[in-house]
Nanobody, 124 residues
Framework: QLRLVESGGGLVQPGGSLRLSCAPSERTLSGYAIGWFRQAPGKEREGVSC????????GYADSVKGRFIASRDNAKNTVYLQMNNLKPEDTAVYYCAAGSYCSGYVTKGLNNYWGQGTQVTVSS
């Protein structure tokens, strides 16, 4: 079971940017699809992006399309989520999780492991 660690969250003003990182505690990301998710207070966890390590596919939910950019660094074995033009409604705990493949922005075949996540707060 691939265990991932998220980092990079923080407090930012509306319109600002943050970059989240997702790296495995051990093993390689090769062969996996990595999904970014978020959970706002009182709401269900939702997927925002999926990036395939195998073929480079990247999908985004409509709510973040054009503002968020997912990427990977093979040498660092790390996936990133660059979040631009942040809005108060982006406030949530953000998680990454490993799966088998991407279907659009949806991560299929998710591993049943969720880390601590990283808090993103967008507020003036």
């Amino acid at each position: 079971q691939l265990r991932l660690v998220e980092s990079g969250g923080g407090l930012v003003q509306p319109g600002g940017s943050l970059r989240l990182s997702c790296a495995p505690s051990e093993r390689t990301l090769s062969g996996y699809a990595i999904g970014w998710f978020r959970q706002a207070p009182g709401k269900e966890r939702e997927g925002v992006s999926c990036i395939s390590w195998t073929n480079g596919w990247i999908g985004y939910a409509d709510s973040v399309k054009g503002r968020f950019i997912a990427s990977r660094d093979n040498a660092k074995n790390t996936v990133y989520l660059q979040m631009n033009n942040l809005k108060p409604e982006d406030t949530a705990v953000y998680y990454c999780a490993a799966g088998s493949y991407c279907s659009g922005y949806v991560t299929k075949g998710l591993n049943n492991y969720w880390g601590q996540g990283t808090q993103v707060t967008v507020s003036s």
